[in-house]
């Protein structure tokens, strides 16, 4: 039988708020994503670097639609990003890898629930470009989740 770790047992807890909290920002509709979904039609299904870095080129003069695309894009850099470093600490043995497929397969099924909500009436829309996004914070949250473990390591190295 193993022995209950109080600091195991916190950071579960953290990772299941976490999770939560993810599904209310992401699926709840907004009044933002109700003025972007109804300018867009279908879904975005190629990426795009204007959008990714809300290039006023694409936008038209005197719109607030760049406010709203930076918002976004931090927000799905950011939020993600916890993800990225609390899978390390959750799973020790968890290779980047695999830890990608993971914070990949949890942004898919978000853009797909609120693919499928517009069916009721949600104004939230599917983007690949929050996908890429959602993947960058993860890769940064792993990272410094890595370099985090790696400190807490004794070094074996012997000092000359």
Known sequence: MQRVSFSREILLLIFVVYLSGVAAVSLEP?????????TMVG???RPSVAS???????????????????????????????LGFLLPLVWRR????RAMLIAIGVSCSIEL????????????????????LNGL???V????GFLLRRSETPSTELDP
């Open 113 to 132: 629930l609120q693919l499928l909500s517009r069916a009721w009436g949600s104004y939230r829309t599917a983007d690949i470009n929050d996908l890429v």
């Open 30 to 38: 907004n009044h933002p994503s109700r003025s972007v979904a109804e």
């Open 52 to 82: 990714l870095t809300c290039s006023s080129a694409t936008m038209p003069a005197g719109s607030r639609a760049k406010g709203f695309c930076v918002r976004n894009a931090q927000g799905n850099f950011l939020l993600f990003l916890p």
């Open 141 to 144: 949250g792993l990272a410094l």
């Open 137 to 139: 914070g993860t890769c």
């Open 43 to 45: 879904v975005q299904l």
């Open 94 to 97: 968890l290779r980047f890898w």
